[in-house]
């Protein structure tokens, strides 16, 4: 099990190492992304502190690697396959597969998009009367 340093270590390293988020971040932002861990209610993060990206899976998903795989049937059989991501941080900007934490999903969504697999990470938007969804998708990063 990791500590929460340990996958602070992890989350750092990967955003480091991403030349794809970097680039990303530095054309829509004009800085590299920064790793936060915590949030001081002092001074909340606003989008100055931007951006907030949105990652998953949040642990090893195994079954969700395997869904993957069905959509890429489902595509090559000549049909349409897509995959939903609810996004329940109203701050995020993005959405990405969380490499650090499940490689193997992360290429596996690489690759289901690169053979037609639809992807549509929305923002939630929770209300008194219900939730929604934002119209527009988050770019994937």
Known sequence: MHTTV???TLWAAALASSRTL???SLDRYGKAV???VGVDMRRPPDESDAPFIALFPDAVSERGLKHLGT???IVAAGERAAMF???QRPDACCFGPADMIDPAYAVGLRDAVAHGVE????LAVLTVEGIGLEAECL???
């Open 119 to 122: 992807v549509y990470p929305h």
């Open 139 to 141: 770019s994937m990063v």
């Open 71 to 73: 959509l890429k049937g």
């Open 22 to 24: 970097r680039r990303w």
């Open 34 to 36: 920064a790793l936060r």
């Open 6 to 8: 340990g996958i602070a």
């Open 85 to 87: 991501y609810c996004i």
